[in-house]
């Protein structure tokens, strides 16, 4: 079975600094990898999503991910991080072809002024 | 529009009390699902709807009953609620089953008392 695992429940960074969060996955078939982000009383919404081809993955809001095999992860970056960021977000996981998402922990994003 | 709406968006109740939550998705998407998310924060599936038809069903308490009058419709009826049962669940959709990419609806904080 597929699974994910996001360390550290809260991460707080001050305004512009670097956003990193940390997803490391298990699957024993290539997996699809999902970000998403959760904002408070909201739905989740994707951030950005890698299924084949290039290992870098652009998405909305300035984030970028990184698919490695070797290291089983897919790390979540963002350069420069805004008030607006402050969110929770979760890495997931399913089975090329498969569409039971298997969800992390998820990481409380808080940004300091 | 919204595309994936659920309602209500809150709901108290009763111990031992029935009660429903809809969910409507204008994507024309075949795919739904229902996921539930605990206290802390953790979320995880337990249907999957495709066409109408139902293709996932985690381990989760025959109390609660999932019902698709077509592929824009899912709704979840809860028998016998119980404290256990606070969370918030959330309905979502995907374009197909082989696509695991999925839109969330805004939840539904369910509170029981």
């Known amino acids: 079975a597929q699974s994910v695992t996001q360390l550290g429940s809260h991460v707080s960074v001050s305004e512009g600094a670097l956003v990193l969060l940390r997803c490391n996955y298990s699957?024993?078939?290539?997996?699809?990898l999902f970000w998403y982000v959760q904002y408070p009383n909201q739905g989740l919404q994707l951030l950005l999503k890698?299924?084949?081809?290039?290992?870098l993955v652009k998405g909305i809001n300035g984030f970028e991910a990184e698919f490695k095999k070797s290291e089983t992860s897919f790390h979540l970056t963002k350069p420069s991080a805004h008030m607006s960021d402050a969110a929770e977000y979760f890495c997931?996981?399913?089975?090329?072809?498969?569409?039971?998402?298997?969800f992390g922990k998820g990481n409380q994003v808080v940004v300091i002024p | 529009d919204t595309a994936v709406s659920q309602t209500p968006k809150y709901l108290v109740t009763q111990m031992g009390n029935d009660k429903s939550i809809k969910c409507e998705q204008n994507?024309?998407?075949?795919?739904m699902y229902w996921y539930k998310q605990d206290s802390k924060k953790f979320l995880k599936i337990m249907f999957s709807?495709?066409?109408?038809?139902?293709?996932i069903n985690e381990t989760v308490p025959n109390r609660f009953s999932p019902k698709s009058p077509d592929k824009a419709h899912l709704n979840l009826h809860i028998n016998s609620l119980e404290l256990g049962d606070s969370a918030v669940y959330f309905c979502?959709?995907?374009?197909?089953?082989?696509?695991?990419?999925?839109?969330f609806g805004q939840g539904t904080r369910l509170t029981v008392v």
């Open positions: 699957s024993s078939v290539p997996p699809y």
């Open positions: 979502a959709s995907s374009q197909d089953f082989s696509r695991a990419e999925a839109f």
């Open positions: 997931a996981v399913t089975k090329g072809g498969n569409n039971r998402l298997a």
């Open positions: 890698y299924t084949t081809g290039a290992t």
């Open positions: 994507l024309g998407h075949d795919t």
């Open positions: 709807y495709n066409n109408k038809e139902l293709i």
